[in-house]
């Protein structure tokens, strides 16, 4: 049997659970054809980068897969049926990542630090504490 990872791209207006079950229906197409899915990683509800059969964000969902090739066809045939996938991308693997993927490992938002933390430059407010330096009004070329 050969190792596979599919990651698809399920429509931004179904739910979680939705979802959920869906995963678990390609994972049940997997297992009847003779194989095993290793990992299941839900990443969340992220934008696309371009819009996708009208859709600007997808539920997006990491399988790891150790089947033979004819139960993945019948899974990206399934996939290709149902409406509610967007996008998909099987690729055959030389081994399967233990541990959570690079996208589960990203820092998030919160763990970067904020604009400005850390940075000693005066802000805006700071310099209007500043002594404002009188200019002369600019004088106009033409002789006036």
């Keep these: 049997m050969s190792l596979y990872e599919c990651v698809f791209i399920a429509r ?17 197409i997997i297992t009847q ?35 033979p090739s004819a139960a993945v066809k019948e899974m ?3 996939m290709s049926i149902n409406e509610d996938v967007l996008r998909t991308l099987t690729i055959r693997v030389e081994e399967l990542e233990e541990g959570p993927s690079a996208m589960m490992q990203s820092k998030s938002r919160d763990d970067r630090p904020r604009r400005g933390e850390g940075d000693d ?14 200019r002369e009004p600019r004088r106009m070329e033409g002789g006036e």
């Design 12 to 28: 931004q207006d179904i739910s979680t659970p939705q979802v959920e079950t869906l995963t678990e229906e390609l994972s049940n």
């Design 33 to 67: 054809g003779g194989g095993s899915v290793s990992k299941k990683e839900y990443w969340g509800l992220r934008n696309i980068a371009y819009r996708v059969k009208k859709n600007r964000k997808g539920h997006y969902v990491l399988l790891n897969i150790d089947a």
């Design 76 to 78: 990206e045939r399934q």
């Design 121 to 134: 430059r005066p802000r805006r407010d700071d310099r209007e504490d500043r002594p404002r330096r009188d």
